[in-house]
């Protein structure tokens, strides 16, 4: 984990935080900015935590492998959900370390269900921790980046699955949300010297292991931690408002969403003028996720596993 003797770390001099930091990308992410000099804080809540007092063992075993790795870090149990704890987690980074350069809100949870059968909780729980925190961090983060030397860094994390999702429409549409508040976040604060952007991550972690389907492609959380290194550096002050792919040794750019066709009326339309045009010029375009299904249907019918 230590950087290459000799070398300067692609992060030296510079306070991370990471949300969800005690397991799979997350603890990854923090692991790999420790190593290139970053000082970490590791925020999260812990598995099956309730109560008035939240610890967070995960968090701490995460800070005792930075530090008997001889880095510095320190631990932070919180519902990132809460406001408080979006700038908890920033004061904490700037009251033990002096400032704060880069958050990466990797923390996330599932409830899959059909949306037929999905109900209110299960909505409102992934939104709130998905969605939700990475509001909490991003504000309050960005209202110190925004003062200090240097700017900073905002990293989220989505998923292809933002472009829609069979039995995981809560988890998608706060996927879907984080890419437009990344991009906003881009827009809004590029002047402050802060960039924004977004992760889609394919990698074997404990929600990965959730996906009812065979994926094509398949890497690990420690297959992530080197692009998030390199969009926290300063070599990447020029990236911003970003979605990339990372999964194994590939990664990808996502497009930036623009009108494709246009049609005109003469005054306004009608519902029987835009049934006689609208295929034959605006047309659709095609939801690859649809056509996917389609797939796995007529695989599954001839006794094959599909494969996305």
Known sequence: MEADSGMAGFLDGKVVAVTGGGGGIGRAVGLAAAAEGAKVVVADYGVGMAGEDPTSEVADAVVKEIEQAGGEAVALADDISQMAAGERLVSTAVDRFGRLDGVVAVAGILRERMLFNMSEDEWDAVVATHLKGHFTVFRAAAAVMRKQEGGGALIGFTSGAFAGSVAQANYASAKGGIVSLVRSAAAGLYRYGITANAIAPVARTRMSANVPMELAEMGDAEDVAPMVVYLLSDQAKHVTGQ????????????????????????????????AARLDSTVGQE??????????????????EKPNS
């Open 243 to 274: 979605v990339y792919t990372v999964v194994g040794p590939k990664i990808a750019v996502w497009n930036q969403p623009v009108e494709v066709r246009a049609m005109y009326a003469e005054g306004r339309w009608t519902p029987e003028q835009i």
């Open 286 to 303: 095609r939801m690859g996720l649809i056509d996917k299904l389609e797939e796995y249907r007529q695989a599954a019918s001839s006794g």
